[in-house]
C-alpha cells in the first residue's frame, strides 16, 4: 500500500517490484519528494493565460451547443444563410429578427440597410442579396406559427452570452500573444509547420525552463506520453498504454500541434514519419501519439540549440 502511495507521486507509471523496493527506499531516506520542476513567475503568468483561455473556451463551446439547440427549436433554416453563423454579422440579424415571421415582415431594402449597420465590411448589393437569402429560408422554415415567448428570451440570452465570450476570448488571446513575444523560444516553436500562436504559448508555458529537462524523454514523461509498466513477479503486461500523467494541457497540445502538422500536407518531416509509423503497421492512434513523442524530441533539440525548425525529409 505504501509502494502504491508512493508510485502515483512520480510522473511515470512504472509497476516492477524492482520499482516498488525503490520508492520504499526512497520514503526511508526522505521526508518527502523533491519538486518535478519549478517555472520563473513570467512562464507562470503564460501558463496561468493559456489554461484561462482554454477553460473558456470549454465553456464557449458548450454555450454554442445550447444556442444550437435554442436556435433549431425556433429557425433551424437560419444555418443555411451565414456561412459564420457565430460572425458579429450573423448573430447581430438574429438578435434584431430572431424568427421566420420577423423576416418575412420587413422589406429587403430595409433588412439589408440594417445588416450594413452592423459593422461588415460589404457592399449594398451584397447585404441585399444576403437580405433575399433570409427571406427565402424564412419562407422554408417549418415553425411560421408564432414562438413562445420563453423561446426567445433563451435564444437572445445565448446570443448575448456568446458575445460576452467571443470578447473575453480576444482579450485573454491578445494578453497571450504579447507576453508570448517576450519568450526566445516563442520564435523557434512557431518555426514548427502547424504549431500557430496559441499552440506554441501553451507549449512554452506547459514546458517553462527547457534547462530543467535533462533529455527529452522527461518532457515525454512530464506529458504522459510514455508507455506505462506493469510487472509483478513472472507477470509482465504485453499492453501498454500511455500514463497520462503529468500536464493533461500540454498532452492535449501536443496532439493538436500534430493533427495541424499532418493536416493538408503542412509537416513534410512528421507526415513522413507518420507514414512510416502505419507502414509498420501501427493503428492510427498509435502513430499520432508516436508522432507527439517525436514531436518533443524536435522542440527539445531547437530549444537546447536555439535552432528553428527545417521541415526536409
Same mark, same amino acid.
Given at each position: ?12 507509471? /512504472? ?104 459593422? +461588415? ?70 518555426? /514548427? ?92 492512434? /498509435? +502513430? ?19 535552432? /528553428? ?5
Amino acid at each position: 500500500m505504501i509502494s502504491f502511495e508512493a508510485r502515483k507521486t512520480s510522473l511515470r507509471q /512504472v509497476k516492477t517490484d524492482k520499482a516498488d523496493a525503490y520508492h520504499l527506499g526512497e520514503l526511508y531516506y526522505k521526508e518527502d519528494l523533491e519538486i518535478y520542476q519549478r517555472k520563473t513567475e513570467k512562464a507562470l503568468n503564460l501558463r496561468l493565460l493559456t489554461r484561462q483561455h482554454s477553460a473558456l473556451t470549454d465553456s464557449y463551446v458548450q454555450i454554442k451547443l445550447q444556442f444550437q439547440v435554442a436556435l433549431d427549436q425556433i429557425f433551424p433554416e437560419y444555418y443555411h444563410a451565414f456561412s459564420d453563423l457565430y460572425g458579429k454579422l450573423s448573430l447581430n440579424t438574429l438578435l434584431n429578427y430572431s424568427t421566420a415571421l420577423d423576416i418575412l415582415k420587413v422589406a429587403d431594402e430595409k433588412l439589408a440597410e440594417e445588416m450594413g449597420q452592423f459593422g +461588415a465590411r460589404r457592399s449594398h448589393d451584397w447585404f441585399l442579396d444576403k437580405a433575399r437569402q433570409l427571406k427565402e429560408a424564412a419562407r422554408r422554415n417549418p415553425y411560421q406559427s408564432q414562438i413562445s415567448h420563453g423561446q426567445l428570451i433563451s435564444l437572445r440570452m445565448y446570443i448575448q452570452m456568446l458575445f460576452q465570450y467571443q470578447e473575453h476570448l480576444s482579450k485573454l488571446l491578445k494578453e497571450i500573444n504579447t507576453l508570448s513575444k517576450s519568450f526566445e523560444e516563442y520564435r523557434l516553436i512557431q518555426s /514548427v509547420p502547424g504549431i500557430g500562436d496559441k499552440i506554441a504559448a501553451t507549449i512554452i508555458s506547459e514546458i517553462g525552463d527547457i534547462n530543467q529537462f535533462e533529455n527529452p524523454k522527461k518532457i515525454v514523461a512530464y506529458a504522459g506520453l510514455d508507455p506505462s509498466v506493469f510487472e509483478s513477479g513472472k507477470f509482465k503486461a504485453s499492453i501498454n498504454r500511455i500514463t497520462k500523467r503529468g500536464s493533461s494541457r500540454l498532452r492535449q497540445t501536443l496532439y493538436t500541434a500534430v493533427q495541424c502538422g499532418l493536416a493538408k500536407g503542412r509537416n513534410k518531416k512528421l507526415i513522413a514519419f507518420y507514414e512510416r509509423k502505419r507502414s509498420e503497421g501501427k493503428p492510427h492512434k /498509435v +502513430a499520432i501519439i508516436a508522432c507527439a513523442n517525436k514531436l518533443v524530441h524536435w522542440i527539445y533539440a531547437m530549444l537546447k540549440r536555439q535552432e /528553428v525548425f527545417v521541415d526536409r525529409v
